[in-house]
């Protein structure tokens, strides 16, 4: 109760941040509640970064509890950006307080572990994971932001799985399966970043050299190559198809199986890959699920172990089969216990070498 009437006059004394993104909150979209979360770090940004001493996370988590509830409010409710007229070179103000924001997630979650409070330091990483899944739904730089603030919240769950009980991997195992159902983070934000790039590239027809310099400057050698020199209007109706194409394959392969991911490494020099989201988008978005199985994966093995007081052999083991097989190869994940079962320790990856990814690590080509 208090925490919810601390977030109500936070949302009413407005920030810096608030004035510039949301002057006119409604109470009803999640985005203002983090952006007034940011205003609270903002305040004090040299707070917000890791210290390894435990007397002074705590003290951190007591100066950002406004912070950290503030984003608890808005992840239970719908987001959306009100800006209108946003383009890919729009400054996004908020973008370098959302890490600050998951890393005060991950300070939280290492204090109550510290204190023996397993199911309170797992609700610390989970919230964390929510927030970033929320965040990234709005636009492709959010997208990528996000994508750092799931890395903190995913290496947070690495350091601590050992101590998680029998009923917090039960926990775990709802929150993953309920995560799996709901779209990709990228799915959501697509319709929104069509709109942002189409707007973007309406000077093209106007002025295309001042764009292409307002955007990045390396892209006008490209950007005249690829045209053919053609006019800047005729140019600009050569980017509607192309536009719409690039969402399109997007749309439609977010929509097939894991195992039908063709992600390659976009060309640096194609104007198209340098504008467009694709394969850096999609690449993160594979991660993203690859990971949400893998504490599927995770929470299963950690039942087993309380269950059996040891790990299991190999996952064959394990009594649920579905979530042992990784869709992106159509084949059993690649687990591997340190020597003694007794131990807590193992390793657990989808695929191997290059295309390697776990909680903590990626491969060079996933």
Known sequence: MLATLLCAVALTQHGWLTGQIVPAPTGENGFEDYIAAFDVIREAPAMATTNDVLSDRRQKLKYFSTALNLIRTGNDKPIGDPRSGLTTASPLLELPYAEMAARLFGEEAYVRFAESKSASGLQSILTGLEFAESFGSLSARHHASAERCANICFSEFAQHSRRLSDRDATVLAQWSKTALARPA????????????????????????????????????????????????????????????????????????????????????????????????????????????RLLRLHAEIIKYRWENDRLPPNLKALPDQKVCIDPRFNKPYEFAPSGDTRSPMYELASGKDEKRITLTEIGKEP
């Open 185 to 292: 983070p990228l799915a959501n934000c697509l319709a929104r970043e069509e709109n942002i790039v189409v707007r973007s590239l309406e000077p093209l027809a106007t002025e295309p050299a001042k764009f292409l310099q307002s955007n990045d400057p390396e892209l006008q050698p490209a950007y005249w190559a690829s045209s053919q020199r053609l006019s800047p209007a005729r140019l600009a109706k050569t980017w509607e198809p192309e536009v719409t194409a690039r969402f399109t394959a997007l749309r439609q392969t977010l929509a097939t199986p894991e195992s039908t991911w063709a992600i390659s490494e976009p060309d640096p020099k194609s104007l198209v890959n340098r504008i467009l989201p694709g394969e850096k988008s999609l690449r993160d978005a594979l991660i993203w699920r690859t990971r949400l």
